[in-house]
């Protein structure tokens, strides 16, 4: 199993990112997919997630409202659209999948399988 993120970069605080999260090597349709980041010295954390169909999601609550999470199964992508970002939103970001498994995730160990992560850096 490979999931391979891309679109991290440097952004100035109120400006957006897209990540993309391709994965292979497992029954996307049929997996639960979601976004965690590490900002430095921190823990990892929960962003996002959504169940294998697409219909719920979850976030954590500082990014209800600016953070959307999205998945193409024809495309065996999972995507993070992150608006209005801030400074704090600094921190590398993981995809995680979890595949059998129809419901939402927010908890980092029920995941299997994780990206090597993206950097996102928000200057003020």
């Known amino acids: 199993v490979q999931l391979v993120e891309s679109g991290g970069g440097s952004v100035q605080a109120g400006g957006s990112l897209r990540l993309s999260c391709a994965a292979s090597g497992l029954s996307f349709s049929r997996s639960a997919m979601g976004w965690f980041r590490q900002a430095p010295g921190k823990e990892r954390e929960f962003v996002a997630g959504?169940?294998?169909?697409?219909?719920?999601?979850s976030y954590a609550d500082s990014m209800k409202g600016r953070f959307t999470i999205s998945r193409d199964n024809a495309k065996n992508t999972v995507y993070l659209q992150m608006n209005s970002l801030k400074p704090e939103d600094t921190a590398i970001y993981y995809c995680?999948?979890?595949?059998?498994?129809?419901?939402?995730?927010?908890?980092?160990?029920?995941?299997?399988?994780w990206g090597q992560g993206t950097q996102v850096t928000v200057s003020s």
């Open positions: 959504i169940n294998w169909s697409g219909t719920d999601t």
């Open positions: 995680a999948a979890d595949d059998w498994r129809s419901t939402v995730i927010r908890e980092a160990s029920q995941y299997v399988y």
